[in-house]
């Protein structure tokens, strides 16, 4: 199975702010990456697919980047409606699999 | 609009098998191009792929739970099943399906709210 590292797990930011996180894949997934966001109670919302392309209705505050094993998702300036966690995920090869999720919580 | 919706029990006992059905809204199971797929999530972790089935019928499982998973397609009633067999209490999720257009947006476009599902006798 292709693992999937993010980081940092957690992390404590004000509005206004711009925050990465990173995800690196245990080999080269060429860009068959994924980013989604998502609220306690409620199912992952797409956000970022094929590395980099915005998908439908997403702010344009959001941004993905990279290729081969590492990935970031940007944030250029956090909105309260932002604080959740985040999970990337590689379609690159079966079994699909997802990072441990990073949780962005105010300061 | 496309909206998929989760059903099935929300206790099974331990070593039971679980059936959950995912129901299609806006859109045929037989759509081409279509993979539908179930995942699961149990509480504070991240989100698990389990299985895919496609428009042609292809069927793919996770290696780790291959054995205990059957995923199909009742097309008269556009709805995706998924089987787990000899459930344990480590299956307490909640259990999500998605759809994933092939081409295009290459990822899990709509998700269903899901279904939770807690294994205890």
């Given at each position: 199975d292709i693992q999937m590292t993010q980081s940092p797990s957690s992390l404590s930011a004000s509005v206004g702010d711009r925050i990465s996180i990173t995800c690196r894949a245990?080999?080269?997934?060429?860009?068959?990456l994924n980013w989604y966001q998502q609220k306690p109670g409620k199912a992952p919302n797409l956000l970022?697919?094929?590395?980099?392309s915005l998908h439908s209705?997403?702010?344009?505050?959001f941004s993905g980047s990279g290729s081969g094993t590492d990935f970031t998702l940007t944030i250029s300036s956090l909105q309260p409606e932002d604080f959740a966690t985040y999970y990337c995920q590689q379609?690159?090869?079966?079994?699909?699999t997802f990072g441990r999720g990073t949780k962005v919580e105010i300061k | 609009q496309v909206t998929l919706k989760e059903s099935g029990p929300a206790l099974v006992k331990p070593t039971q098998t679980l059936t959950l059905t995912c129901s299609f809204s806006g859109?045929?199971?037989?759509?081409?191009?279509l993979r539908a797929s179930w995942l699961r999530q149990p509480p504070g972790q991240a989100p698990e792929w389990l299985a895919r089935i496609d428009w042609d019928e292809d069927k793919f499982y996770s290696p780790s739970l291959r054995t205990r998973l059957t995923i199909s397609k009742d097309t008269s009633k556009n709805q995706v099943v998924l089987t787990m067999t000899n459930m344990d209490p480590v299956d307490t999720a909640t259990y999500y399906c998605a759809r994933m257009p092939v081409g295009g947006v290459n990822a899990f476009d709509i998700w269903g709210q899901g279904t939770v599902v807690t294994v205890s006798s």
């Open positions: 245990s080999q080269t997934i060429n860009s068959y970022i697919y094929a590395a980099s209705g997403v702010p344009s505050r379609n690159y090869d079966i079994p699909w | 859109l045929s199971v037989s759509s081409t191009g």
